[in-house]
């Protein structure tokens, strides 16, 4: 039996809204509230308390204000957020657990809505729940657990929801969309001849017995057959549309991804990560194949969501206004493209080597070796030349496109006497070098990583972001994506991002001791003791 509750509905901005009525903090007789039932330092607390801090404004929109009245939003996020973080992804586990588990019990008020409805509002609010991700970063920014000054950024490949046998190029997407109508035109002109043949024994006007059991079967088959060749017809021009290759018929955003020894349909999970408590302040999915693409959304994206911190009313900012945030990643994030742009943010400092210069610093060989390479060539900037190895003058022959960048080319003309001849270059009409016109972007980079302070922000990279990602993959066990399609995929990983930040704050407020209401109200306080 329940109580009637002492308290006040707490959510005003619901009323008038078509939703089901919802308190999970309703008194019981016996215990006094199912909350009673879970150590105070549950995660789910936790959850709950967090969910709170969320405008849930935006999800009440999507409800519609006819038709049965939907469950409220707060029950969907809270079993959501507290799924993922526990290792459960499914709706249909998750159904499961609000009969069984009694944190999703207490998170739900003991509502229990089907795993459709537990799935079609994950597909629904995708955009919302990206930028609930905001929310709970805001929360950890409060208790003190972002630094919000080294940001390292990575990512992971990781497998979509979809076969690798269902991937077709054009030729086999026609070849395969010919079967199917052959066999469709096959199985009508069989049909066809078994009516003339009942006709013929049983008379026009007469039904006579079933058609036989092969016919039959087809038959029930022949609108599923239509369907794949209309997806075959959308999969063709959804392929020359996006000027790939190959497609998959089962995810058709997703790409083949070299991880590691293997090559599977997947997508390149994004993070940025912050210093201080391995915090992820920005997230995002890609179905590119290299990360170098990905660098500068990143980095706008964590600028962005840094912003948003610092207009939030939040007790801590430290982030100062005329401090830059130093951006970590690894040299596949590395390109002239990305360096000419990372010049135009005033707000960021990078530290990003190039390919070439981590092979070399690897031990491995490298053209930088040669007695002939570019860096024994030196520049002369008056006359705009370049002075080889042997003495000889390389004069500015003219500037060309290459690559999407200017490039210039310098040539020597007095090679085919040169004693280095067939060793430094085999071209008769002289050696050429071609410098980009990034070039010094390149240098400029490469000495910044060459200090003391350089070596020191660039080598905290890997314990930054490298422990986050094989969290995600081996503790939380997130290794494929459930939803198919880059659109919810980007939605399932800010999920899966927000119980990993929620995961840190539930380590902080149980080391405290406190709720996360109390450590709220309290954030100076613990920020200031939590120096670590």
């Given at each position: 039996?329940?109580?009637?509750?002492?308290?006040p509905?707490r959510?005003?901005?619901?009323?008038?809204?078509n939703?089901?009525?919802?308190?999970?903090?309703?008194?019981?007789l016996?215990?006094?509230?199912?909350g009673?039932f879970?150590?105070d330092?549950?995660l789910?607390?936790?959850v709950?308390?967090?969910?709170e801090q969320?405008?849930l404004?935006?999800?009440?929109?999507?409800?519609?204000?006819?038709?049965?009245s939907?469950?409220?939003?707060?029950?969907m996020?809270?079993?959501?957020f507290?799924g993922?973080?526990t290792?459960?992804?499914?709706s249909?586990?998750i159904?499961?657990?609000?009969?069984?588990?009694?944190?999703?019990?207490?998170?739900?008020?003991?509502?229990?809505?089907?795993f459709?409805?537990?799935?079609?509002?994950?597909?629904?609010?995708?955009f919302e729940?990206k930028n609930?991700?905001?929310v709970i970063?805001?929360?950890?920014?409060?208790?003190?657990?972002?630094?919000?000054?080294?940001?390292?950024?990575?990512?992971?490949?990781?497998?979509?929801?979809?076969?690798?046998?269902?991937v077709?190029?054009?030729k086999q997407?026609?070849?395969?969309r010919?079967i199917?109508e052959?066999?469709?035109?096959?199985y009508?002109?069989?049909?066809n001849?078994?009516d003339?043949?009942?006709?013929?024994?049983?008379?026009?006007?007469?039904?006579g017995?079933?058609?036989?059991?092969?016919?039959?079967k087809?038959?029930n088959?022949i609108?599923?057959m239509?369907?794949?060749?209309?997806?075959l017809?959308?999969?063709q021009?959804?392929?020359?549309q996006?000027?790939?290759?190959?497609i998959?018929?089962?995810d058709?955003?997703?790409q083949?991804?070299?991880?590691?020894s293997?090559?599977?349909?997947?997508?390149?999970?994004?993070?940025?990560?912050?210093?201080?408590k391995?915090?992820?302040?920005a997230?995002d999915?890609?179905?590119?194949?290299?990360?170098?693409?990905?660098?500068?959304?990143m980095?706008?994206?964590t600028?962005?969501?840094?912003?948003e911190?610092k207009r939030?009313?939040n007790?801590?900012?430290l982030?100062?206004e005329k401090?830059?945030?130093k951006?970590?990643?690894?040299?596949?994030?590395?390109?002239?493209?990305?360096?000419?742009?990372?010049?135009?943010?005033?707000?960021v400092?990078?530290?990003?080597?190039?390919?070439?210069?981590?092979?070399?610093?690897?031990g491995?060989k490298?053209?930088?070796?040669?007695p002939f390479h570019?860096?024994?060539f030196?520049?002369?900037?008056?006359e705009?030349?370049?002075?080889?190895?042997?003495?000889?003058?390389?004069?500015?022959?003219?500037?060309?496109?290459?690559?999407?960048r200017?490039?210039?080319i310098?040539?020597?003309?007095?090679c085919?006497?040169?004693p280095?001849?067939?060793?430094?270059?085999?071209?008769k009409?002289?050696?050429s070098?071609?410098?980009s016109?990034?070039?010094h972007?390149?240098k400029?980079?490469?000495?910044?990583?060459?200090?003391?302070?350089g070596?020191?922000i660039?080598?905290?990279?890997?314990?930054?972001?490298?422990?986050?990602?094989?969290n995600?993959s081996?503790?939380?066990g997130?290794?494929?994506?459930?939803?198919r399609?880059?659109h919810?995929?980007?939605?399932?990983?800010?999920?899966?991002?927000?119980?990993?930040n929620l995961?840190?704050?539930a380590?902080?407020?149980?080391?405290w001791?406190?709720?996360?209401?109390?450590a709220?109200?309290?954030s100076?306080?613990?920020?200031?003791?939590?120096?670590?």
């Amino acid at each position: 039996m329940m109580a009637n509750s002492l308290n006040p509905v707490r959510d005003r901005r619901s009323s008038g809204i078509n939703v089901r009525p919802y308190d999970n903090k309703e008194l019981l007789l016996f215990p006094a509230a199912i909350g009673d039932f879970l150590p105070d330092d549950d995660l789910a607390h936790v959850v709950d308390e967090a969910v709170e801090q969320i405008d849930l404004t935006s999800y009440y929109r999507r409800i519609s204000s006819v038709g049965n009245s939907s469950y409220h939003p707060a029950i969907m996020l809270k079993i959501w957020f507290y799924g993922y973080a526990t290792k459960t992804y499914s709706s249909r586990k998750i159904e499961e657990k609000l009969y069984k588990d009694v944190a999703f019990i207490y998170l739900a008020g003991m509502q229990k809505p089907d795993f459709k409805t537990i799935s079609e509002f994950r597909r629904k609010n995708l955009f919302e729940l990206k930028n609930s991700f905001v929310v709970i970063l805001q929360i950890c920014q409060r208790l003190g657990l972002t630094k919000l000054g080294e940001i390292s950024i990575d990512s992971k490949v990781m497998k979509a929801n979809a076969s690798a046998a269902r991937v077709y190029d054009e030729k086999q997407l026609l070849k395969e969309r010919e079967i199917i109508e052959k066999t469709i035109q096959e199985y009508l002109e069989k049909t066809n001849q078994v009516d003339l043949e009942e006709d013929q024994k049983f008379g026009p006007a007469k039904r006579g017995n079933e058609l036989p059991e092969d016919i039959r079967k087809k038959e029930n088959r022949i609108q599923k057959m239509k369907q794949i060749v209309k997806q075959l017809k959308q999969a063709q021009a959804k392929l020359k549309q996006s000027g790939k290759k190959k497609i998959n018929l089962t995810d058709e955003d997703t790409q083949f991804q070299k991880d590691k020894s293997r090559i599977i349909p997947g997508y390149r999970a994004q993070v940025a990560v912050d210093s201080k408590k391995q915090i992820i302040v920005a997230n995002d999915v890609t179905a590119e194949q290299c990360d170098a693409s990905q660098l500068i959304p990143m980095v706008d994206q964590t600028c962005e969501n840094v912003k948003e911190l610092k207009r939030a009313d939040n007790p801590r900012h430290l982030w100062g206004e005329k401090e830059k945030l130093k951006i970590i990643a690894d040299s596949r994030y590395n390109s002239e493209l990305n360096l000419v742009e990372l010049e135009t943010k005033e707000e960021v400092d990078a530290y990003i080597p190039d390919m070439k210069e981590q092979a070399k610093k690897r031990g491995r060989k490298t053209p930088e070796g040669s007695p002939f390479h570019l860096s024994k060539f030196n520049f002369n900037q008056e006359e705009n030349s370049f002075i080889c190895p042997a003495g000889k003058k390389l004069n500015y022959i003219k500037r060309m496109r290459y690559r999407n960048r200017w490039v210039y080319i310098y040539t020597c003309k007095e090679c085919n006497h040169c004693p280095h001849f067939g060793k430094c270059t085999t071209d008769k009409k002289g050696r050429s070098i071609w410098v980009s016109e990034h070039a010094h972007l390149v240098k400029k980079m490469r000495q910044k990583l060459s200090t003391e302070e350089g070596k020191k922000i660039y080598g905290k990279r890997k314990t930054i972001v490298e422990p986050v990602l094989g969290n995600l993959s081996q503790n939380l066990g997130f290794r494929e994506f459930l939803l198919r399609g880059l659109h919810k995929v980007k939605g399932e990983f800010s999920l899966m991002c927000i119980a990993h930040n929620l995961l840190k704050i539930a380590k902080f407020v149980k080391q405290w001791a406190v709720s996360l209401k109390e450590a709220l109200s309290m954030s100076e306080l613990l920020a200031v003791l939590d120096i670590s």
